[in-house]
């Protein structure tokens, strides 16, 4: 027979209340008794029943994530993160993908919210306003991650992405840059954030975008990026006059362009310095070693899980959080050109 938590608490002389605390972590139990309870359970391979907790809380103890691209290693490493932070406090998490897909995003959504998760979080695809418009409608906490919505007050935790514009365009002009092109991601927070921030450093150094500098990735930003960002360094090749730097929405984009430059049989940094943004953990290990603007994915996914548990916990709405992390610059190879070395003349 199944161990019930009855039988626990009668050979310790606990009650069943008790012993139900110490699973919800309540602070009024002493840490003795809290060791006695989760040591008896380890020993007896004691399993909760999942769904009379949920009715004696009011909670499923899961949590739902949707991201734009699983195989993109910034949302891999939130997920991961996401995961590790609110696995200690009991919850399950469900991860799926949207494909950039606006549409599918929605139907992903919609399952979540027919499962009952106690939180949704979510790196949205969308263009409109509507999908949280229908999440609130369900008294359902949710979190933006990554990207966020002018005009929606809602829990967010993410990158100040001017910021980040601006810290890759100001490191190409002090490397001696003084045509610092941008190839740009689609219509979301986070692109337009960029952009703006990349022309606020021009400005600020007396510089302008010249005609033809600035190339848009596409409808598609961190799905398949090292395409767009091939595509578009191509463009800005054939720009008069030519980039001698270029700012790239993320790092797969600065992958592509990268490759694109080499093609061209220029020299990176000498040529063309190239930064992308996220540092990816493979970026050291590139023949040239990319630039990058790390944007802090572990933190955003620590700040992101410990909300959504405080979230889950509370049993009223309280006003929206926003937590932005500090993006830094993270200076190799690609875009060193004080002083400059001999460059490699191929990425791998």
Request: glycine residues 8%.
């Amino acid at each position: 027979m199944a161990i019930r938590l009855k039988d626990i608490a009668n050979e310790l002389g606990l009650s069943v209340v008790t012993v139900s605390k110490v699973l919800r972590e309540h602070p009024d139990i002493g840490a003795e008794t809290r060791k006695r309870v989760l040591r008896r359970m380890r020993e007896l391979n004691y399993q909760p029943n999942l769904a009379a907790r949920s009715l004696v809380t009011g909670r499923t103890w899961t949590l739902g994530l949707v991201v734009p691209d699983l195989l993109h290693p910034f949302f891999a490493d939130i997920a991961k993160v996401i995961s590790s932070e609110t696995r200690s406090h009991g919850y399950s998490l469900f991860i799926s993908s949207s494909d950039e897909d606006p549409d599918l995003e929605m139907q992903e959504i919609k399952h979540l919210l027919a499962r009952r998760v106690d939180v949704i979080l979510v790196a949205s695809a969308q263009r409109s306003v509507d999908c949280f418009r229908m999440i609130e409608e369900q008294n359902m906490p949710y979190i933006l991650i990554d990207r966020r919505f002018q005009g929606l007050d809602a829990n967010f935790v993410g990158v100040d992405d001017e910021a980040v514009g601006g810290l890759a365009t100001s490191h190409l002009i002090e490397q001696g840059c003084h045509r610092v092109a941008h190839i740009r991601g689609p219509e979301v927070s986070t692109a337009l954030g960029r952009l703006m921030g990349y022309k606020q450093a021009l400005a600020s150094h007396g510089l302008k975008p010249l005609p033809g500098h600035i190339v848009s990735l596409g409808a598609s930003g961190d799905h398949r990026g090292e395409k767009g960002g091939y595509e578009a360094a191509k463009k800005l090749l054939s720009a008069k006059p030519r980039p001698d730097g270029i700012f790239c929405f993320n790092d797969p984009s600065a992958l592509g362009a990268m490759r694109a430059i080499l093609d061209a049989g220029l020299r990176i940094p000498r040529d063309m310095a190239v930064i992308g943004c996220g540092n990816f953990s493979y970026s050291d290990f590139l023949r040239i070693p990319l630039s990058s603007v790390d944007q802090g994915s572990e933190l955003i996914g620590k700040f992101a899980g410990d909300l959504a548990v405080a979230l889950a916990n509370r049993k009223s709405k309280v006003k929206p959080k926003a937590e932005l992390v500090t993006p830094r610059v993270v200076v190799r190879a690609s875009s060193q050109r004080t002083p400059i070395s001999a460059e490699p003349d191929s990425l791998s």
